[in-house]
């Protein structure tokens, strides 16, 4: 298979000779092998994995985006995307820290889901970076 993962701004990520790839959709994670049937869906927010031939992996954040699986290939246009490598740890941090005051001194001028998906996002940026 090949993957491909495009934002607005840059493609992110292309490779061939991949055995699989697990998503996460809006619905649910969703695995994809060769010869998968023509699909296409919505992202949801988390963690691209995509494994090689070779058994080695990549991870990649998505936030919110579309997969289109077409004979092979595995086009993934995505609204925010980040690889594991490129995501800084402190920056990060203290992302969840900014989202996490926010939500614990609410106050009237603060827009609350903005701040839980700061949160979210910081979070799985954070969770990214364990992974091997």
């Known amino acids: 298979m090949k993957i491909e993962v495009i934002t607005p701004e840059k493609k992110i990520f292309e490779e061939e000779n991949i055995k699989r790839v697990i998503l996460p959709l809006t619905t649910g994670e969703k695995e994809i092998l060769h010869s998968h049937v023509s699909y296409i869906a919505q992202l949801g927010d988390g963690i691209i994995e995509v494994e090689r031939d ?6 990649l954040t998505v936030f919110g985006g579309f997969v289109e699986v077409l004979n092979d290939n595995v086009k993934i246009v995505a609204f925010v995307s980040e690889r594991k490598e490129d995501i800084d740890k402190m920056r990060a941090l203290e992302a969840k820290e900014r989202a996490e005051k926010r939500l614990k001194e609410v106050k009237d001028n ?22 091997e």
Request: aromatic content about 4%; proline content about 0%.
């Open 54 to 59: 070779d058994e080695t992996k990549s991870y």
């Open 110 to 131: 603060i827009d609350i889901e903005r701040a839980k998906k700061a949160l979210k996002r910081a979070e799985i940026r954070l969770k990214i970076l364990d992974l």
